[in-house]
């Protein structure tokens, strides 16, 4: 069973556009929500993470928005450049104070801004 | 890439043999995982090792084994190949458990004919 659902699976924008991601999960016990970044040939890599003791954070261009009621988070990117063209990833953690990082991922998104 | 190195980076192999996939880091990292990346799927973890012989199933790891005889090892073995374990195989290492960040290698694309 998909404990993460991600959408869109693929998205195309404009040069400086804001892509939207969203993700909603199920487990409202869930504590920590990162989001990987992978370019082709290239294993994920940590972009942002958020815990829901917080509704947004921000680094960068990179914006996590969280609803906890409603078990969403979104992520945006500001100012979209051509190199942000990648798959993204949302991901929520397989067990809860299990002392391991298990992470349960979204089915991902792949993303192209064009010039 | 955080220092993991994962070998082979492709191969081709027939229904039925035996596969060994590597992970190697040099990162002196506690934690290690295998996942497998397949279109619609996202990552699923297969295992993931918390020490030296210490290991423990993921989602989906039904017809693999893993062992991690030392610190900076950790190999993923298919003892009878199927077709459906054609997929890019992911290592990732992280130095502390719950909420640190995975570091990941750059993959093993296997495809199984």
């Known amino acids: 069973q998909q404990q993460v659902k991600q959408s869109p699976q693929s998205l195309i924008v404009q040069k400086g556009g804001i892509p939207i991601i969203n993700c909603a999960y199920e487990n409202t016990a869930f504590d920590y929500f990162p989001w990987y970044q992978q370019f082709p040939g290239k294993g994920p890599a940590l972009l942002i993470a958020?815990?829901?003791?917080?509704s947004e954070k921000k680094e960068g261009r990179f914006t996590i928005s969280f609803n906890k009621s409603a078990k969403q988070f979104s992520l945006h990117i500001m100012d979209s450049q051509p190199g942000d063209s990648a798959t993204y990833f949302c991901?929520?953690?397989?067990?809860?104070?299990?002392?391991?990082?298990?992470?349960?991922f979204g089915t991902g998104t792949r993303l192209l801004v064009s010039p | 890439d955080a220092g993991i190195t994962q070998s082979p980076r492709h191969k081709v192999t027939e229904t039925g043999t035996p596969v060994t996939l590597r992970c190697h880091q040099t990162?002196?990292?506690?934690?290690m995982y295998w996942y497998r990346q397949d279109p619609g799927h996202g990552l699923r973890l297969i295992h993931y090792?918390?020490?030296?012989?210490?290991?423990d199933k993921g989602e989906v790891s039904d017809g693999y084994s893993v062992s991690r005889s030392k610190t900076e090892d950790f190999l993923l073995t298919l003892e009878s190949a199927t077709s459906s374990q054609t997929s890019v195989y992911f290592c990732?290492?992280?130095?502390?458990?719950?909420?640190?960040?995975?570091?990941f290698g750059n993959g093993t694309r296997l495809t199984v004919t």
């Open positions: 958020i815990r829901p003791d917080v």
């Open positions: 991901a929520a953690p397989l067990g809860v104070n299990t002392g391991f990082q298990k992470l349960v």
């Open positions: 090792s918390y020490g030296v012989k210490d290991t």
């Open positions: 990162e002196n990292h506690r934690y």
């Open positions: 990732a290492i992280s130095w502390a458990g719950d909420n640190s960040p995975l570091h």
